[in-house]
């Protein structure tokens, strides 16, 4: 299985500043196709995960432009270029390169 | 508008079989590219995948539990039936159905269940 390691696991951070969490895998999620293979998702309390980005970089539909993801191979980070109330949840990255479709450990972004 | 929602016991005993329902809207199996998976989480821990059927009859299972999982896709009721047998209080969890071959664009809401 490719493992999948997030950091940090808690991220405070003040409302209006950067946030920025980082993801990696023990294999290449580069496919032969020039794809990465990587998803982030959003979890908010009380609520089901929500696709955030997808192909490493990018957003879903109805994202704001405030999330950026970036990375290529076996590094890859999530971007929040300001962050704002309703962006306080616990987030988690996922490789769809092979199955079992394997998640990290969840970032909980907070106050 | 697509739609997914499970359904299911919300409490079983040990060793016992566990079946769960996704019920979906605004798609079809009849569709070439169409996926339905199952992802669970236990309470306060992070989220794990399950399974995956596709529109061609191909399924996927993870390897740790595939000797426990089967699934079962009615293309006319618009419904993948998951069964895990032999339940343990470990597999106490959220589980979701969710839409799609990679990316995970839709979740249902995610039914609670217990094994007590």
């Known amino acids: 299985d490719i493992v999948m390691t997030q950091s940090p696991l808690s991220l405070p951070v003040t409302p209006g500043e950067p946030a920025s969490i980082s993801c990696r895998s023990n294999?290449?999620?580069?496919?032969?196709?020039?794809?990465?293979?990587l998803e982030w998702y959003l979890q908010k309390p009380g609520q089901s995960p929500q696709l955030l980005i997808f192909?490493?970089?990018d957003r879903a539909s109805g994202v704001p432009d405030r999330f950026r993801g970036r990375g290529s191979g076996t590094h890859f980070t999530l971007e929040i270029s300001r962050v704002e109330a309703e962006d306080f949840a616990v987030y988690y990255c996922?490789?769809?390169?092979?199955?079992?479709?394997?998640f990290g450990q969840g970032t909980k972004l907070d106050i | 508008q697509i739609t997914l929602k499970e359904s299911g016991p919300t409490l079983v005993k040990p060793t016992q079989t566990l079946t769960l329902t996704c019920s979906f809207s605004?798609?079809?199996?009849?569709?070439?590219?169409?996926?339905v998976g199952w992802i669970r989480q236990p309470p306060g821990q992070a989220l794990e995948w399950l399974a995956l059927?596709?529109?061609?009859?191909?399924?996927r299972y993870s390897p740790s539990l595939k000797s426990r999982l089967s699934l079962f896709k009615d293309t006319s009721k618009n419904q993948v039936v998951l069964t895990m047998t032999n339940m343990d209080p470990v597999d106490t969890a959220t589980y979701y159905c969710?839409?799609?071959?990679?990316?995970?664009?839709?979740w249902g809401q995610g039914t609670m269940v217990t094994v007590s």
């Open positions: 294999q290449s999620l580069l496919h032969s196709n020039g794809y990465n293979y």
């Open positions: 192909l490493g970089s």
């Open positions: 996922m490789q769809s390169l092979k199955t079992p479709y394997t």
């Open positions: 969710v839409k799609g071959i990679r990316a995970f664009t839709i």
């Open positions: 059927i596709y529109w061609d009859d191909d399924e």
């Open positions: 605004g798609f079809s199996f009849s569709t070439s590219g169409v996926a």
